[in-house]
């Protein structure tokens, strides 16, 4: 691992359901708060992420943007059930759909509880400025925008956001 490059879109329609090859329930939680990240007290975030019968500790760099650094591990899954129940402060729940399109794998994240309607595609590259065909059912680019981090959905959940930022638009 070492360096993440990934941008994140909203979803203009729902044409990709018919194009998804597998999905997995994931559960994840973060072993550092939002604010300590966002505050710049912590260099990075430190996520607990099961799904299925696995599970893995990731650390991501704190910066904002479509390339940081990532380092992943795998981890027994009672450790990472332990650390959900008792050191996170809340979870993020979804269903990852992954979805084939021109020699690239979108994974589209569909999440549940207070974070019920957000959809996100994904998109892992492997430059900044590496090209990739646009599907038609892919929307506005929200890779800039916190609010769209996991991490962040935990203390801001989608039930909260104003219709603007629903949509992306502030």
């Given at each position: 691992m070492g360096m993440e490059i990934?941008?994140?879109?909203?979803?203009?329609?729902?044409?990709?359901?018919?194009?998804v090859s597998r999905s997995e329930r994931l559960v994840q939680g973060y072993l550092v708060s939002a604010a300590a990240v966002t505050s710049g007290a912590a260099k990075s975030s430190v996520r607990v992420r099961i799904g299925g019968e696995r599970a893995w500790l990731n650390i991501k760099s704190s910066t904002l943007g479509v390339a940081r650094?990532?380092?992943?591990?795998?981890?027994?899954?009672?450790?990472?059930?332990?650390?959900?129940?008792?050191?996170?402060?809340?979870?993020v729940e979804k269903i990852r759909h992954y979805v084939a399109h021109a020699g690239h794998e979108f994974e589209i994240d569909e999440f549940f509880g207070a974070n019920d309607g957000l959809v996100v595609a994904e998109l892992e590259l492997d430059a900044v400025d590496e090209a990739f065909e646009r599907p038609d059912w892919l929307g506005a680019e929200v890779s800039d925008k916190a609010r769209y981090y996991n991490l962040n959905l935990i203390g801001y959940p989608y039930a909260a956001w104003t219709a603007a930022q629903r949509e992306g638009l502030d």
């Open positions: 990934e941008r994140k879109f909203l979803l203009a329609s729902d044409a990709w359901r018919a194009q650094q990532e380092y992943e591990y795998e981890v027994p899954l009672a450790d990472a059930e332990a650390m959900l129940s008792r050191l996170c402060d809340g979870v």
